[in-house]
């Protein structure tokens, strides 16, 4: 299986794409590099990125997701679905096994502070042609200057209840707005909420922007905004209590919101796991 790859073909990272100059669609890449995670007695989302080798042309694959997904995983073992191309135009269904631990130790690393999880993995050939950039994933800097706030639109990409898109086994597209604030500074406001339901199989899929013509400095910039802004953790629900004579009723009520870990701890994981030698 493969490891590396050539970081000339890297997303660019979250800028303004003027129209003159064309920009990969984020929407058509992220959709190729989320992949459905299945273990025994755990379903999840996660998603592939590139961390370029800042010594050399190379880059190395990371499985991006929530930490309590591979936590659950009972076992050492997890199954990645992606695709392939196959001729005419087609694609084909791929499912391949991921080694997540060595006996009762994990091989995956987890964020001290949230639940993100990362790993270091092969791909089969041409699973994911045009992967993305670590580079796009947004930091507080990011969200100040082109000012994302509540209302912003927002995209997310998983398996509902391990629903797929079609029988190739892609992901289900859906969106919503920031539903909460602030956003910034991201160590103190580690989540935020993003107006969409959550559903079992949700966990670890990839919370991004697509921002075409956006107003930010006072004016509308012409070009595209594109930057991987979160992941999604879990449900935020409301819990009540009734206590009664002799019994204690709680019920738990959704209330249609994400919750979502900032990228900025992403990058902050990535960026502390070196390279695989």
Same mark, same amino acid.
């Given at each position: 299986?493969?490891?590396?790859?050539?970081?000339?073909f890297?997303?660019?990272?979250c800028?303004?794409?003027?129209p003159s100059v064309p920009a990969?669609?984020?929407?058509?890449t992220?959709?190729q &590099?989320?992949?459905k995670?299945? *273990?025994p007695?755990?379903l999840?989302? !996660?998603?592939?990125?590139?961390? #370029?080798?800042?010594?050399?042309?190379r880059a190395?694959y990371?499985?991006?997701?929530?930490?309590?997904?591979?936590q659950?995983?009972q076992?050492?073992t997890?199954?990645l679905?992606?695709?392939q191309p196959?001729?005419?135009?087609?694609?084909k269904?791929?499912e391949?096994p991921?080694?997540?631990r060595n006996?009762?130790?994990?091989?995956w690393?987890?964020?001290?502070d949230?639940?993100?999880?990362?790993?270091?993995?092969?791909l089969p050939?041409s699973t994911?042609e045009r992967?993305?950039?670590t580079t796009l994933?947004?930091?507080?800097?990011?969200l100040?200057k082109y000012?994302?706030?509540?209302?912003t639109?927002l995209?997310?990409l998983?398996?509902?209840f391990? &629903?797929?898109?079609?029988a190739? *086994?892609?992901?289900?597209?859906r969106s !919503?707005r920031?539903a909460?604030? #602030?956003?910034t500074?991201t160590?103190d406001n580690?989540?935020?909420?993003?107006d969409f339901?959550?559903?079992?199989?949700n966990?670890g899929?990839?919370?991004?922007?697509?921002?075409?013509?956006?107003i930010?400095?006072?004016?509308?910039?012409?070009?595209?905004?594109q930057?991987?802004?979160g992941?999604?953790?879990q449900?935020?629900?409301i819990?009540?209590?009734?206590?009664q004579?002799?019994e204690?009723?709680?019920?738990t009520?959704?209330?249609?919101l994400?919750?979502?870990?900032?990228?900025?701890f992403?990058?902050?994981?990535?960026g502390?796991?070196?390279y695989p030698?």
């Amino acid at each position: 299986m493969r490891q590396l790859i050539i970081s000339t073909f890297l997303l660019l990272s979250c800028a303004v794409m003027p129209p003159s100059v064309p920009a990969a669609d984020l929407n058509t890449t992220m959709m190729q &590099a989320t992949c459905k995670i299945i *273990g025994p007695g755990s379903l999840g989302t !996660g998603f592939v990125m590139a961390k #370029p080798d800042t010594n050399s042309t190379r880059a190395f694959y990371l499985l991006i997701t929530a930490d309590h997904v591979l936590q659950a995983i009972q076992g050492e073992t997890a199954v990645l679905v992606m695709r392939q191309p196959a001729p005419s135009n087609a694609w084909k269904r791929v499912e391949f096994p991921v080694r997540v631990r060595n006996g009762a130790t994990s091989l995956w690393k987890k964020h001290p502070d949230v639940d993100v999880a990362a790993m270091f993995i092969g791909l089969p050939p041409s699973t994911v042609e045009r992967p993305v950039s670590t580079t796009l994933l947004a930091d507080d800097q990011t969200l100040e200057k082109y000012e994302f706030h509540p209302g912003t639109e927002l995209l997310c990409l998983g398996y509902p209840f391990g &629903a797929e898109a079609n029988a190739y *086994g892609f992901p289900i597209l859906r969106s !919503g707005r920031i539903a909460s604030y #602030p956003l910034t500074p991201t160590r103190d406001n580690r989540t935020f909420l993003f107006d969409f339901t959550v559903f079992r199989g949700n966990s670890g899929g990839p919370v991004y922007a697509v921002r075409e013509n956006a107003i930010y400095g006072g004016s509308m910039h012409a070009g595209v905004i594109q930057c991987v802004v979160g992941i999604v953790i879990q449900e935020r629900n409301i819990t009540q209590t009734t206590q009664q004579l002799y019994e204690k009723r709680e019920t738990t009520t959704p209330l249609r919101l994400g919750e979502v870990v900032h990228a900025s701890f992403i990058k902050e994981l990535v960026g502390s796991m070196g390279y695989p030698k």
